[in-house]
């Protein structure tokens, strides 16, 4: 009975060394440590220099924002819209701001009338999540212009004038002939004549609303005088480029009406105190004088104010067609 362990313990050795080399326990495999997660982001923008939701026509908008949280060599897309439509986008460097934040900036310059607004997005990089903004939006606002006002508004206000063709002076003030050309606008627009701009006709002005329809577009370059409007208007085809303010004949000593050509001149002054005068039709003359009321006043002529008058001359060609009704 003594001999059963010792034959059990040659048995179990005997089967341990039977086993193959792989059943002995093998060493564990180092785990690695889970990533860590990408921090998630927040962008915010803010639009400065506005008032009651609104920027002045040439203002220069700053735009400022944050991206949270600060995260080295990130970068944001700013896009602006007028009217819904985009008009560019910039992509920008993110720098460290306050807080842990970062910070970016930039400007838009405000050249026309509308709905602007502004977003900001921050695509997802492996350092910093994606967010987006939804869009901050404000309006334009004129000013009412003056003579002797100067500056980047009445510049832009002048080239919008010229655009529909009606006169201004040259430089960056609103000069006597600004203000002539203004009381051609009104003339035209049927609004109450005189040489003030006020906002609303510097905000239809920048919009292009206002100008002047040639009744005949097929007869090349030519002169149209539409005496309602007490207005004589050069153009070409369609298009008119000169729109002057005058005084026609008052109901006594009406303008004749008609389809007429230019066929004499007459420089400088006359004994009739007539400016530089061209003819159309016998004795009935486009010329300056020193006297033009906003409406009609003259013996049957065509005034113009005095400081026009030598550019009208010369605009004129012999044979050029004028109409007049």
Same mark, same amino acid.
């Given at each position: 009975?003594?001999?059963?362990?010792s034959?059990?313990?040659?048995?179990?050795?005997?089967?341990?060394?039977?086993?193959?080399?792989?059943?002995?326990?093998?060493?564990k495999?180092?785990v690695?440590?889970?990533?860590?997660?990408?921090?998630a982001?927040?962008?915010?923008?803010?639009?400065?220099?506005?008032?009651?939701?609104?920027?002045?026509?040439?203002?220069?908008?700053?735009?400022?924002?944050?991206?949270?949280?600060y995260?080295?060599g !990130?970068r944001?897309?700013?896009?602006?819209?007028?009217?819904g439509?985009?008009?560019?986008?910039?992509? $920008?460097?993110?720098?460290?701001g306050?807080?842990?934040a970062?910070?970016?900036?930039?400007?838009?310059?405000?050249?026309?009338?509308?709905?602007?607004?502004?977003?900001?997005?921050? %695509?997802?990089?492996? !350092?910093?999540?994606?967010?987006?903004?939804?869009? &901050?939006s404000?309006?334009?606002?004129?000013?009412? $212009?003056r003579?002797?006002?100067?500056?980047?508004?009445?510049?832009? =206000?002048? &080239?919008?004038?010229? &655009?529909?063709?009606y006169i201004?002076?040259?430089?960056?003030?609103?000069?006597?002939?600004?203000?002539?050309g203004?009381?051609?606008y009104?003339?035209?627009?049927d609004m109450?004549?005189?040489m003030?701009a006020?906002?609303?006709?510097?905000?239809?002005?920048?919009a292009?609303?206002?100008?002047?329809?040639?009744?005949?577009?097929g007869?090349?370059?030519?002169?149209?005088?539409?005496?309602?409007? !007490?207005?004589?208007?050069?153009?070409?085809?369609?298009?008119?480029?000169?729109?002057?303010?005058?005084?026609?004949?008052k109901?006594?000593?009406p303008?004749?009406?008609?389809?007429?050509?230019f066929?004499?001149? %007459?420089?400088?002054?006359?004994?009739?105190g007539?400016?530089?005068? =061209?003819?159309?039709?016998?004795?009935?003359?486009?010329?300056?004088?020193n006297?033009v009321?906003?409406?009609?006043?003259?013996h049957?002529?065509?005034?113009?104010f005095?400081?026009?008058?030598? %550019?009208i001359?010369?605009?004129?060609?012999?044979?050029e067609?004028?109409?007049?009704?």
């Amino acid at each position: 009975m003594k001999r059963l362990p010792s034959l059990l313990a040659l048995v179990v050795l005997t089967l341990a060394l039977a086993l193959p080399a792989t059943a002995v326990a093998a060493p564990k495999k180092p785990v690695k440590p889970a990533p860590a997660p990408v921090p998630a982001a927040t962008v915010k923008v803010e639009v400065g220099h506005l008032h009651d939701g609104r920027a002045e026509i040439y203002d220069t908008v700053p735009v400022r924002g944050t991206l949270s949280p600060y995260v080295p060599g !990130q970068r944001v897309e700013v896009t602006f819209y007028l009217d819904g439509r985009e008009l560019f986008t910039r992509h $920008l460097p993110v720098a460290k701001g306050k807080g842990g934040a970062g910070a970016f900036d930039t400007s838009i310059a405000i050249r026309e009338n509308g709905k602007y607004a502004v977003s900001a997005k921050h %695509e997802a990089t492996p !350092q910093l999540g994606g967010d987006s903004t939804v869009r &901050k939006s404000w309006k334009v606002s004129f000013p009412a $212009l003056r003579r002797g006002q100067c500056g980047d508004v009445v510049v832009g =206000f002048k &080239k919008a004038m010229r &655009k529909m063709g009606y006169i201004a002076n040259s430089g960056r003030c609103f000069g006597g002939k600004t203000a002539r050309g203004v009381l051609a606008y009104r003339k035209v627009n049927d609004m109450s004549r005189s040489m003030r701009a006020g906002a609303g006709l510097v905000k239809k002005a920048f919009a292009g609303k206002g100008g002047y329809t040639v009744r005949h577009p097929g007869a090349g370059e030519h002169v149209e005088a539409p005496l309602s409007k !007490q207005v004589l208007v050069f153009a070409k085809g369609d298009k008119p480029f000169a729109i002057y303010p005058i005084s026609s004949g008052k109901s006594s000593t009406p303008t004749v009406t008609g389809h007429f050509e230019f066929i004499r001149t %007459e420089p400088g002054y006359n004994s009739h105190g007539m400016y530089y005068s =061209f003819y159309f039709y016998g004795g009935y003359a486009v010329h300056g004088y020193n006297s033009v009321p906003d409406y009609p006043a003259s013996h049957g002529c065509l005034r113009t104010f005095i400081a026009d008058q030598p %550019e009208i001359y010369n605009r004129i060609f012999f044979g050029e067609d004028i109409f007049i009704w």
